[in-house]
Structure formats: C-alpha cells, structure tokens
C-alpha cells in the first residue's frame, strides 16, 4: 500500500513537471517567436525557425522577419516554405527598398530571392510560372548571379530541355556588353548542349 502511494506521488509529480515544461514552451513560443526562431536556426533547425519568424512576422507585421523566415525556409530546402514566404516578401511594399539593406558576397539580394523563389515554383512544377518570375526581374540585363542562372541551373540539373529551350530563346533578344556578355554566353552554351542532346 505504501508503495502505490510513493509510485502514485511520483506519477503524479512527473506528469505535473512535463506538464508545466509544455505550458512554459507554449508561452515562450508566443511571448518570444523571434528569439526562438534564432535558437532554433543555430542549431540548425530551420524548418522550425521559418514557423517562429513566420509567427513573429504576423506580429510585426516587420519586413525583415518575413525575410528571416524565407532564409530560413531556404536554408531547409522546404519549397512550399520557400514559396509561401518569398511569395509574400516579394509582394511586400518595402522590398524593393529593403534589398539594399542585405549584403551578399555574390550578387544582390533581390536576384537572389527571386532567383530562390522561382526555384521552389520550378521544383512545385510551376515551370511556366518560374521562368516568368526571373526574367520580371531582368528583363534587359545579365548581372552577376542573377535569378535567371539560378533557374537554369535547376533546368539543367533536371536534364529539362524544355524550360532550358524556353530560357535559351528568352535570353537571344538581351544584348549585354562586358562581364555581363561572358557570363550570358556561358549561360547560354550549357543550354544549347542540354536544348541539342
């Protein structure tokens, strides 16, 4: 008898300990989203850090948390993550503005997003949709890194002549001068040899 008791204080005590670890936890997710987010993205959790910046942005209501949850969905190659949230940066009123404000090694940031975001289109199947996507954002230029090299090299690692056939006829009417011509000649060969296999 004595020992039911002690098992039943126990069984008790430790349902009362797990208990409130998850309320604190669910109080820390909604008090804190953003430092969660962080803490989640260092140790390498990010499909868990784009769901806590995605809710501090719905709060914020701050472009840069909706940036901090597409990279983080990007760095967990989740594509409906990357498409859900870089959708939604895009279409954000200050990103044209915010661009400026994040440095990359190589390459603007703008080229990258949408370079990324029509990736994930592509990966969905929205083929047609992603090809539209990055030549909206060069329509008459070949800068380095650009989104367009970004989804031809998604292309070509599927061996998909048709998007690099699309691509490929898209890019004959840009006429570029320097750097930019090396670069979309380079491009544009590895899609000849994919378009003529």
Excluded: W
């Excluded at 959708?87 to 370079?115: K, R, V, W």
């Excluded at 030549?135 to 070949?142: L, T």
């Amino acid at each position: 008898m004595l020992t039911k008791t002690i098992l039943k204080s126990i069984v008790v005590t430790l349902a009362s300990i797990v208990m409130l670890l998850v309320m604190g936890f669910a109080v820390l997710s909604l008090a804190f989203p953003l430092t969660l987010s962080r803490v989640s993205a260092s140790l390498g959790l990010y499909g868990v850090a784009t769901h806590y910046a995605g809710m501090e942005y719905e709060r914020s209501k701050d472009i840069s948390d909706l940036a901090a949850a597409t990279q983080y969905a990007i760095f967990a190659e989740d594509d409906r993550l990357i498409e859900s949230y870089g959708d939604q940066l895009i279409e954000h009123p200050d990103f044209y503005a915010y661009c400026p404000t994040e440095s990359m090694e190589n390459g603007d940031y703008q080229q990258y997003i949408f370079g990324r975001l029509a990736c994930a289109k592509y990966n969905l199947g929205d083929k047609e949709r992603a090809v539209s996507l990055v030549f909206s954002v060069n329509e008459d230029a070949f800068p380095a890194n650009n989104a367009i090299i970004y989804l031809a090299l998604s292309a070509i690692d599927a061996d998909d002549k048709a998007t690099c056939e699309d691509i490929l006829t898209r890019l004959e009417t840009f006429v570029v001068e320097g750097d930019q011509k090396e670069d979309l000649d380079n491009i544009k060969t590895i899609l000849e040899e994919i378009v003529n296999e």
